[in-house]
């Protein structure tokens, strides 16, 4: 049986490596001149191809570290690193500088696949993550825990994106920024956690 801890640290880590906060003005500038029911489309195939790739990574992304021989320990370790770089850009607001540039680098008629969903919502950091939660549990248990709280979060980001222009009008640039760095904050907490459990399996912490 699993812990409602698990469930509750997954989400929060989830969450904030996601970050509707900063992933939601994004689709909003993307869609600016979409009509409400394109735009609604727009918001359903990105979060649908977000999911898809998620689900993917959680069922076979362990079987794939161990076919090219890196242990669940050591992609904890990386993966938590890797979080923690994220955080760093969460705190000094680099990664919303360059997910705003990616985004504008080219024209897209349609940016549900890209850059909406790859990388925006599934970028490395989500994907480690998911990895990260489903060895936390053993075998199918594990992989439906992590895929309940990916939906569950990717539930919150659909609804952030169809009420993208109202939030990023409430939050302004100043509310958005504050609450990314919380997030930030938070997740460079949780990734470190990630890194001290992966050491312990080494016997280097307690």
């Known amino acids: 049986m699993i812990e409602l801890a698990f469930f509750v640290t997954a989400f929060t880590t989830m ?3 996601i970050d509707p906060f900063g992933t939601t003005p994004i689709f ?7 009509d409400p ?3 609604r489309k727009t918001a359903i195939r990105s979060c649908l191809t977000a999911v898809c790739i998620l689900v993917a990574f959680a069922a076979f ?3 794939v570290l161990g076919f090219v021989g890196i242990s669940m320990e050591a992609f904890r370790v990386a993966g938590g690193a890797l979080l923690f770089l994220t955080a760093l ?3 000094f607001d680099r990664r919303t500088k360059r997910r705003e540039d990616r985004a504008e680098e080219e024209e897209h008629p349609d940016p549900s696949v890209f850059p909406l969903a790859i990388p925006l919502i599934a970028g490395p950091g989500s994907i480690a993550t998911i990895i990260l939660l489903a060895g936390q549990n053993p075998g199918i248990q594990g992989i439906a825990a992590a895929c309940a709280v990916m939906l569950a979060v990717m539930a919150v980001v659909f609804v952030f994106f169809l009420a993208g222009g109202m939030i990023a009008r409430i939050l302004g640039k100043t509310g958005l920024n504050v609450l990314t ?3 930030g904050m938070l997740l460079a907490a949780l990734s470190v956690q990630f890194i001290l459990d992966g050491l312990k ?3 280097f912490a307690s």
């Open 15 to 17: 969450f904030v490596v």
């Open 201 to 203: 399996a080494f016997g």
């Open 37 to 39: 029911a394109t735009r």
């Open 89 to 91: 850009d969460m705190l």
């Open 28 to 34: 909003v500038a993307l869609t600016q001149d979409m």
């Open 181 to 183: 760095r919380l997030l």
């Open 61 to 63: 992304g362990e079987a």
